[in-house]
């Protein structure tokens, strides 16, 4: 298959109108993929987000990290 244009979003829908033959796709969960009649073939790796901040900054003016940090953490799911 010739390569197009990049696709920006809902990559899901290439192979359903013929642009491409598999993906590389980012998931959470896997439901777009199943919506569209997809499957997975392989996984080519695991990810995970990290907030890094220098820890003389965290320390001296924790009411600039603080906040995020506290944010980010709140939005973890607790097995």
Do not use: N, Y
């Not at 920006?8 to 109108?17: D, G, K, M, N, T």
């Not at 499957?39 to 987000?49: C, D, I, P």
């Not at 003016?61 to 709140?74: F, K, Q, V, W, Y």
Request: with cysteine; net charge positive.
């Amino acid at each position: 298959m010739r390569p197009g244009p990049p696709l920006q979003s809902s990559v899901e829908l290439a192979p359903v109108l013929g642009l491409a033959d598999a993906i590389v796709d980012l998931v959470q969960s896997g439901k777009t993929l199943l919506a569209h009649h997809l499957v997975e073939l392989t996984t080519l790796g695991k990810a995970s987000a990290r907030l890094v901040a220098c820890r003389g900054m965290f320390l001296s003016e924790p009411d600039r990290i603080g906040p995020m940090a506290r944010a980010l953490t709140s939005l973890l799911r607790v097995p």
